[in-house]
């Protein structure tokens, strides 16, 4: 066992987390409850965790993570945590030793929690550098520390929003914890996110969950997500730890999932990464990396995730380990990120690699194509898919006999299989090559109803000023690199 990853990784994560209490349906602000389908998985433990903020004790104890149970079967569990405050939190759970299995929060607070910051805090002050930083940090850790184990649990996740994730945990003791900073410098441990979490050796029974969207995280291939065409809705990700190492900050990787809104960029998110901060001549920078708190929240679109998973050898489990989280997608653009010194470009000496892989959810990319009707082979539809929905345009005839090209006003974003869906038909006169007709001066030729049987059939009547049509489509072409369809 590695003994400066286990002795670092839990320090680091006695800086603070908070988990917590759920309603009774797990959706974030972004997206919405999909029928058919639950965020959580059937057959399974569900431990409910609050994060909140509650009225200022002490210096020591106005975060907190609430529990719904104190003691839960071993086996597969999902954690829904459930985010009361306006800062990002998360929920990272080591498991200590046996021998340690009577510790208290107060005690592993004493002993990893509370060392850790006064190690910390001259370093963020700038009085020494970051190597000075360890030189103070790992004498102070207690020696048991060394084989605590990094167990994973809720990745980051937005303030006010609630997410899942899916792990097996073994018997023994677990304390769960969010080491994010605040302004200040105080980890979200040191204000008391620390809670004790005992898994009982008494076997649930609970199956593993199917993923919907496999992932992949190694120290050398870096994060690799496959998957063709992610459609929104509920979704489920299955993170494969093919490895895990000890990187420059003392942890190992784990997998992230975050909303790409506004101004929100890739290089934001991966600067905000690293908790070191570490500036050119080795000392901490400009006091912005995983900071959230009022003032500096730090991005506020993450739903998600799971944290950095290493096997328990005495449970005789190796490489690879499997933990799954749950979002209920809505178009837009993604990132999943690895919480690494610089994800976008880790290892210096392999920088094809990467642990910040960007995608998009467009819905019914599946049906991106050409369609058209046998009986009438001389005209046909094209649909393009958009992060919005489905847009499309007819190509035929009008009844003086010129050609007819007709586009959907609308943006349709809500599809289902067998459900009759409306558009409106624009098209454009008068226009030349070298000046085509303004798309404010398109006129509104009629509508179109169509029927999606499938991701290759549907029913097409067309109402307008050339007569009513009705034609059954066929798909012949898709589009490159998409080999799934969902509605």
């Known amino acids: 066992m590695?003994?400066?990853?286990?002795?670092?990784?839990?320090?680091?994560?006695?800086?603070?987390?908070?988990?917590?209490?759920?309603?009774?349906?797990?959706?974030?602000?972004?997206?919405?409850?999909?029928?058919?389908?639950?965020l959580i998985p059937d057959d399974t433990n569900v431990l409910e965790v609050i994060t909140r903020h509650p009225p200022l004790a002490d210096a020591h104890a106005h975060y907190e993570f609430v529990l719904s149970d104190a003691e839960i079967p071993s086996g597969w569990t999902t954690i829904r945590m459930s985010n009361h405050s306006s800062s990002t939190h998360f929920g990272f759970i080591v498991r200590v030793p046996d021998e340690q299995a009577d510790l208290s929060v107060e005690e592993y607070m004493d002993a990893v929690s509370l060392p850790f910051q006064d190690a910390w805090d001259p370093y963020f002050a700038g009085e020494i550098d970051v190597g000075a930083f360890f030189d103070v940090l790992l004498p102070g850790m207690p020696e048991w520390f060394a084989e605590t184990i990094p167990s994973s649990g809720p990745?980051?996740?937005?303030?006010?929003?609630?997410?899942?994730?899916?792990?097996?945990?073994?018997?023994?003791?677990?304390?769960?914890?969010?080491?994010?900073?605040?302004?200040?410098?105080?980890?979200?441990?040191?204000?008391?996110?620390?809670?004790?979490?005992?898994?009982?050796d008494e076997a649930g029974n609970f199956s593993e969950p199917a993923g919907d969207v496999p992932v992949?995280?190694?120290?050398?291939?870096?994060?690799?997500?496959?998957?063709?065409?992610?459609?929104?809705?509920?979704?489920?990700?299955?993170?494969?730890?093919?490895?895990?190492?000890?990187?420059?900050?003392?942890?190992?990787?784990?997998?992230?999932?975050?909303?790409?809104d506004g101004d929100t960029t890739v290089?934001?998110?991966?600067?905000?990464?690293?908790?070191?901060?570490?500036?050119?001549?080795?000392?901490y920078a400009d006091s912005g990396a995983l900071v959230s708190a009022?003032?500096?929240?730090?991005?506020?679109?993450?739903?998600?995730?799971?944290?950095?998973?290493?096997?328990?050898?005495?449970?005789?489990?190796?490489?690879?380990?499997?933990?799954?989280?749950?979002?209920?997608?809505?178009?837009?653009?993604?990132?999943?990120?690895?919480?690494?010194?610089?994800?976008?470009?880790?290892?210096?000496?392999?920088?094809?690699?990467?642990?910040l892989v960007e995608f998009s959810v467009t819905p019914f990319a599946g049906l991106t194509g050409a369609w058209y009707d046998p009986a009438t082979d001389g005209e046909g539809w094209n649909f393009l898919a958009s992060r919005n929905g489905l847009f499309g345009y007819f190509y035929g005839y009008g009844n003086d006999g010129n050609p007819l090209w007709l586009m959907t006003e609308e943006v349709i974003?809500?599809?289902?299989?067998?459900?009759?869906?409306?558009?409106?038909?624009?098209?454009?006169?008068?226009?030349?090559?070298?000046?085509?007709?303004?798309?404010?001066?398109l006129q509104h030729w009629g509508e179109v109803t169509f029927t999606f049987e499938s991701c290759n059939e549907a029913t097409a009547e067309m109402v307008g000023v050339d007569g009513t049509s009705t034609h059954q489509l066929v798909r012949v072409t898709e589009m490159a690199g998409v080999h799934d369809c969902a509605f």
């Open 216 to 260: 992949h995280i190694s120290s050398a291939e870096g994060l690799r997500l496959e998957a063709d065409a992610i459609q929104p809705g509920p979704t489920s990700f299955e993170v494969i730890f093919e490895d895990n190492i000890v990187y420059g900050h003392g942890l190992g990787h784990d997998v992230h999932l975050v909303r790409l």
């Open 294 to 355: 009022s003032g500096h929240r730090g991005p506020q679109t993450f739903l998600g995730g799971v944290q950095s998973l290493f096997p328990n050898a005495a449970a005789g489990q190796d490489f690879p380990l499997t933990a799954y989280f749950h979002a209920d997608l809505t178009p837009g653009h993604y990132a999943l990120v690895a919480e690494v010194p610089n994800p976008i470009q880790p290892d210096p000496d392999n920088p094809d690699i990467s642990m």
């Open 413 to 441: 974003g809500d599809i289902a299989a067998g459900e009759p869906v409306t558009f409106n038909l624009l098209h454009g006169e008068g226009g030349a090559f070298a000046a085509p007709v303004m798309p404010d001066n």
């Open 267 to 283: 290089e934001e998110i991966n600067d905000w990464m690293n908790y070191l901060d570490i500036g050119a001549d080795g000392f």
């Open 155 to 200: 990745g980051f996740t937005g303030g006010g929003m609630t997410s899942s994730m899916t792990m097996n945990l073994e018997p023994g003791t677990y304390f769960i914890e969010c080491y994010l900073l605040d302004t200040d410098g105080v980890f979200h441990t040191t204000h008391g996110m620390v809670e004790r979490l005992v898994v009982v």
């Open 2 to 38: 590695n003994t400066f990853r286990n002795t670092f990784v839990p320090l680091t994560l006695a800086a603070g987390m908070s988990l917590g209490l759920a309603g009774p349906a797990a959706v974030s602000e972004h997206g919405h409850q999909s029928p058919g389908k639950s």
